[in-house]
């Protein structure tokens, strides 16, 4: 919205120096415009309602397979199911697995096609239901020793007490992948999330520009039309804007669809 003395309303999520809080000029807009950091960026999201919303890939994600590199960025919201396990993605029999765990730490698990479990990372702190959005992002390679990172709101949270990191390839292609539950459906979610992304690539995420990659003043960042903009292609799984379109995969591996009663629209975003 422009104002009198050319002066452009905004609410910049960028370290910069501005005329005033909340204020840019004109030149400092279009500049930022041009640098793709202005409009500033807006999600929505979805709600899932805990009893039987969740989404389902009806397969395995296209062109995905079995590999030693992840990583994975997810906001979330917990309205609910504290002491219970919830699956934030899961593939089929959670051989891949992002979950709020029973003692409410958030985990990221995995397993080989044995069923030996060879990745198991798992948060300090716990998270509760509120209010408040978090952003959970993960990154590891089997085949790197401390190559493996969790990170909660921007801090790492890693709990090396509780570290499982195995060389070995973790069993990704095991079948039907699904969001907000395990898909036979079990563990289903009680929240909102917005902005997910994965894909079976690895960063390291003590490097600072690779966590402002996702994040930026604690709020989610655009990863572009296909979440190209962290690695430069297309993600796997890339889940982002409003309610209605969240389940069209902007990644590379494929669609899915809503079950059970309907997502929701969130009451509050992470870019608020």
Known sequence: MRYPGGLIRA?????????????WTL???????AQGLWPPYRTVGADFDGTDDYLLRGGEL?????GKQGTVSIWFRLDGGDGARMALMSNAGGFFIVQRFTDNKVQVRAFNSSTTLILAMQSTGTIAAGASWHH????????????RHLYVNGTSVLDAGALTFTNDTIDYT???WSVGAE???????????????FNTTYLDLSDPNNLAKFRNAGKPV?????????TGSASKIYLQGPTAQFATNKGSGGGFTVNGGGLGTPSSSPTD
């Open 183 to 197: 898909n036979t459906p079990a563990f289903i979610y009680n929240g909102c999330l917005a902005d997910i992304w």
């Open 136 to 147: 959970l992002l993960a990154s590891w390679d089997m085949a790197v020793a401390g190559a």
């Open 222 to 230: 655009y990863l572009g039309d296909t979440g190209e903009l962290v």
């Open 62 to 66: 296209t062109g995905l397979s079995d």
């Open 27 to 33: 030149a400092e807009a279009l500049q930022a415009k």
């Open 11 to 23: 609410t910049p999520r960028i370290p910069s120096s501005h005329s005033a809080p909340g204020i």
């Open 174 to 176: 095991r079948g039907n």
